[in-house]
């Protein structure tokens, strides 16, 4: 049986397990969500999602339980990811501060991008915007983008599957995606179930 993990540290972390159950139903497989919380947690499963929330938060929590370390080996070795906001950050080998230049965060690392931490500005300059992602059908998806992070640049192994205003917000590299904005507060499962193909795909 398929098994899920979301990392469980802060963050938006039910808000994916809801998502991925949806996602899974949808996609008519049966799988179960576990909340990754420590290194041998991630043994158990199949793919992880790295949720938004505070990546600093995050990076230093997971480096001092020894996690981030495991998810790099594993991720590195095929473990499917997909991290959103927060989590793309902290899959970026290179992250900026839009204030303060290169700043030097615990991350995982594993992903050929270059990402600029509130990009677009505070709290109140969040927004929502429907953007184009083909993959995944010709309607709109409906971003959310909170104190979201920008893509500046990629590596050549890095798809580009979105962009809005000109820069990535939804990038795929390997079995490894990252959104800058949060699908799983929309009910709109399209992205999960890209990530659960690819968890499947393997
Ligand atoms: N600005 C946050 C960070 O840098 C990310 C915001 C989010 O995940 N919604 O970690």
Redesign the pocket.
């Known amino acids: 049986m398929l098994k899920l993990g979301v990392l469980a540290i802060q963050?938006?972390v039910s808000e994916h397990v809801e998502t991925l159950k949806l996602a899974l139903s949808r996609l008519s497989l049966s799988g179960s969500i576990e909340l990754v919380k420590r290194p041998s947690d991630v043994e158990k499963i199949q793919g992880i999602v790295v949720?938004?929330?505070?990546?600093?938060?995050?990076g230093r929590i997971a480096e001092r339980m020894g996690l981030l370390k495991v998810l790099r080996d594993k991720i590195e070795n095929g473990l499917t990811v997909f991290g959103?906001?927060?989590?793309a950050?902290l899959l970026a080998k290179e992250v900026y501060?839009a204030k303060i230049g290169k700043v030097d965060q615990p991350l995982i690392g594993t992903m050929d991008i270059k990402i600029v931490?509130?990009y677009y500005g505070r709290q109140k300059e969040s927004f929502e915007v429907d953007i184009l992602i083909p993959v995944v059908g010709s309607k709109p998806f409906r971003g959310v983008f909170?104190?979201?992070?920008a893509i500046e640049s990629v590596g050549s192994k890095v798809k580009v599957l979105a962009t809005y205003e000109g820069l990535p917000v939804l990038v795929q590299q390997d079995k490894m995606l990252a959104a800058t904005f949060?699908p799983e507060l929309t009910n709109d499962t399209r992205i999960h179930e890209l990530f659960i193909k690819n968890v499947l795909d393997r």
């Open positions: 963050g938006a949720p938004g929330g505070e990546s600093t938060v995050i959103t906001c927060a989590g950050i501060d931490r509130n909170i104190r979201a992070p949060h």
